[in-house]
């Protein structure tokens, strides 16, 4: 397989870029080069790394508007949970087959996933070629949850595929018992995998810490040796400054997730604090019931604008920083693709529309990308050198939506 | 002039909406009716009422993107303002154009303008049939300014077209003096106008109004005479519960921008107590250079999302509270259309293409509207019974968008 991409505007330069396999192998001006699969800019598209949402839940996608505006609580416990109850892995197939659909065509290559029937997910990614991380997740008291099952689902479905990886997915401290994060990790570490947590999302989360085991969530972790630089951890809201000193020193990746967290009502992620300490900040959408999108462009903007008006500064979090977290932070975090359009690296591309007018004028493309565009900008997807999307179109279309409809009336039926 | 829309989802059923001239005339099933233009939805399209973007400073879209993530002294005084004095009519003209064209790919059917050269901005409104309240600005030390430019345009301009009305939109206290603020509130009094008017937007604003003049901007505007129901208060961010009281009092409608607000940090709008007290909220993308963009639906999310983290209470400003003020509350303030469908009503519409994958599963249109949907969404927009947009082509969008561009490369220009 070989893709050549022709007279897209790379850096503001019009160039061509030539990929072999997954990865990039030549950038340049007017490559003469011959490729079974051809994409022409023709100078009306620029090529920019692709999106790298760190923390999601896909098909919950399948419960986007069911029910909007409750506490917390409410929201899980009447809400959200008698539904997924419910769900078959066939439901799940179909609603991350849907998820994936709209992240394909808001310019994400790759996802950090954390949700049930892994198997079900692991089909759907598969077969939609994008990239993904998908966790194996750990929750005590649930059948679906158990080191059993990590151990089974690793052993079945580990390096199958290039653009899929696996982690452990313990959920979060007051879901997963010490001896069964000890485990994780150590699993972790063995398969040299990824783990993919929750960590102090709400502060009732480390009320119920502090008292349970006199520290606060991080400490814990720390004490009990969870933390690592395969640690990557959602929210990560509520941190004293001894917390963030700890995560600087594991070198874990942090998940800020600003949509879910206002919406929730969660709380601001401490993005100054973390920046100065330099620790690794990724984006993510959350689960779409709480988003409600997996539009990583509308979530640059919010991750933008909820730190200055958190900070009344209106000079942090730059749009360039943000979407240095969007891009290289996430694909470092998730070790999968460079998140830099650069020979040798995993060709994961997006190639954006600059007729667009929310491009319009293009004083400074990154500007617009994080502060005007929404994921409809994006014309093509490039995932591991295959072509995901093509003017938009994106194979299954239809097939998926209908599908993904079926379900939604079973929902419905759910409910009542 | 007529207008049938077939088969189109209204409130969740499929229905038929004859229009004639500018009037909703029939709503019903299967309408058997003649009529000259003809869009059929097919039962895929959700017809819903257009958006009304209540403050903004369209032209300023030449500006997207040149400037971000500065403090807002330097952001003004060393960016805009230097390239704001160059421009020329036929600069806000194109400009102008490219923010209806924008606007109207997004839904807006009617905007409430304040910027220089109100006589171009008046034909590119006339020109792309757009509705707009077009604000007369006034400043003092400004020779485009003042009360007889105000007079002479309002002699010009009025009663021209029925899409187009004419507001006096004298710019904020701290420009315009307390004798131009009375000439201004008796002009429009005497001629039925609207007046439109930056209130309170900075803190900065509070302590200079209290130092030279005792007492807060609303109680200041108060005793001058200057508030009543044709008032439309942009920002309305720091206000006390005395001057919410006053305002309530004298019926005036407030401009939440809450984009524009978090970027340049000015602060949070006390939407609940706003709320509470029954004051019509309207929304408002303010100009396209600090927000970055026109689409009212991101501003919408933007909306409901920052009362909620504000408040620290998910229930707060839910969905259908915001898709009101973005459509009904506007028109209400700008006294231009219904910002409902029903007989008799102007028909300002827009039509949402229900196989976005943003709208699936469709369980909640409002909700997905609000928290899901971009602006892209919308495919057909009906502005006084005419068709602005067909299945999301404009007439004359490439060469606006030529011109636009033109004119950014003259002001790169500026720059140098």
């Known amino acids: ?208 810490c502090l008292k349970k085991y006199k520290v606060r969530p991080v400490e814990y972790l720390n004490r009990i040796g969870f933390l690592g630089e395969n640690t990557i951890l959602a929210h990560s809201i509520w941190l004293n400054d001894k917390e963030i000193e700890i995560l600087k020193k594991r070198n874990c990746s942090l998940v800020y997730c600003p949509t879910s967290n206002m919406k929730l009502t969660s709380g601001v992620f401490p993005y100054k604090k973390i920046k100065e300490k330099k620790i690794n900040v990724c984006l993510g959408t959350d689960g779409p019931a709480s988003n409600n999108s997996l539009d990583m462009f509308s979530e640059m903007k919010f991750a933008s604008l909820l730190q200055k008006i958190n900070e009344m500064d209106p000079t942090v979090a730059s749009a360039n920083e943000i979407f240095k977290i969007a891009t290289e932070n996430g694909a470092k975090a998730l070790k999968i693709g460079s998140g830099k359009i650069k020979v040798g690296e995993i060709a994961n591309l997006m190639l954006v529309d600059l007729d667009k007018i929310s491009l319009i004028p293009n004083y400074n493309l990154i500007s617009n990308l994080v502060y005007s565009a929404s994921g409809d900008c994006v014309s093509d997807l490039i995932c591991f050198g295959k072509i995901l999307m093509r003017e938009r179109k994106v194979e299954d279309e239809e097939k998926i939506v209908k599908n993904a409809r079926k379900r939604s009336l079973k929902i419905i039926k759910f409910q009542t």
């Open 1 to 208: 397989m070989s893709l050549l991409i022709k007279n897209v505007i790379l850096n503001g330069e019009k160039k061509d870029i030539y990929i072999e396999k997954e990865k990039i192998k030549k950038i340049g001006k007017n490559l003469n080069l011959k490729a079974k699969e051809k994409i022409d800019g023709k100078g009306k598209k620029a090529v920019l790394p692709g999106l790298v949402n760190c923390h999601t839940h896909s098909a919950m996608v399948l419960l986007r508007g069911l029910a909007d505006d409750f506490q917390l609580e409410v929201w899980l416990k009447e809400k959200i949970w008698p539904i997924e109850k419910k769900f078959s892995p066939d439901d799940i197939y179909w609603g991350t087959k849907l998820a994936i659909l709209e992240m394909i065509k808001s310019g994400t290559v790759c996802f950090n996933e954390m949700y049930w029937y892994e198997e079900a997910i692991f089909e759907a990614v598969k077969e939609m070629k994008i990239s993904a991380v998908i966790g194996l997740v750990m929750m005590d008291f649930s059948s679906g949850g158990s080191k059993e099952k990590v151990e089974k689902l690793f052993n079945k479905l580990k390096n199958q595929v290039e653009n899929i990886k696996l982690a452990v997915a313990p959920h979060a401290i007051y879901t997963v018992c010490q001896e069964n994060l000890i485990w994780a990790k150590n699993f972790a570490l063995k398969n040299r995998l990824l783990l993919h947590f929750h960590l102090s999302e709400t502060k009732k989360e480390i009320e119920e």
